[in-house]
C-alpha cells in the first residue's frame, strides 16, 4: 500500500513563497516513477480542486490555470519524493493541499483518478 505524507506547509505573506514536499514509500519496495504524481487543494467551504499533476519522468505536467507560473511541480523519483514549489502567493492560494499518485499514463487534474492520498498540509496566505 502506498502512503503518501506531506509537509513544507505554513503561514506566508502575500507575495511570498513556499515549498511543499512529498515523502512517498511502500511496504514493499517502491518504484515511484510507476505512478503519476498530483496536487490539490481544498479550500474551506469548497470541493477540492487540481493544482498541478505530473507523468512519470515528467513527460507531462500541467497546472491549473490559477497557478501557471507561479507553482513548479516536480518528483525525484530516485528519492520517492514530490514536491510543489509556490511563488508569488495569494490569499486564494490557502487551503489544505494534498499529494495524490496512481499507476496510470494519463496526467489528470481530476481527484477521481487518483487512490493514493496523503493526509494534507495547511497553507495560508495572509498578511
Known amino acids: 500500500q502506498l502512503q503518501l505524507v506531506e509537509s513544507g506547509g505554513g503561514v506566508v505573506q502575500p507575495g511570498g513563497s513556499l515549498k511543499l514536499s512529498c515523502a512517498a514509500s511502500?511496504?514493499?519496495?517502491?518504484?515511484?516513477?510507476?505512478?503519476?504524481v498530483g496536487w490539490f487543494r481544498q479550500a474551506p467551504g469548497k470541493e477540492r480542486e487540481g493544482v498541478s499533476c505530473?507523468?512519470?519522468?515528467?513527460?507531462?505536467?500541467r497546472y491549473a490555470d490559477s497557478v501557471k507560473g507561479r507553482f513548479t511541480i516536480s518528483r525525484d523519483d530516485a528519492k520517492n519524493m514530490v514536491y510543489l514549489g509556490m511563488n508569488s502567493l495569494k490569499p486564494e492560494d490557502t487551503g489544505v493541499y494534498y499529494c495524490a499518485a496512481e499507476l496510470s499514463p494519463v496526467c489528470s487534474q481530476n481527484s477521481e483518478d487518483f487512490k493514493h492520498w496523503g493526509q494534507g498540509a495547511q497553507v495560508t496566505v495572509a498578511a
Open positions: 505530473a507523468t512519470q519522468r515528467e513527460f507531462t505536467i
Open positions: 511502500s511496504g514493499d519496495t517502491l518504484d515511484l516513477d510507476y505512478y503519476i
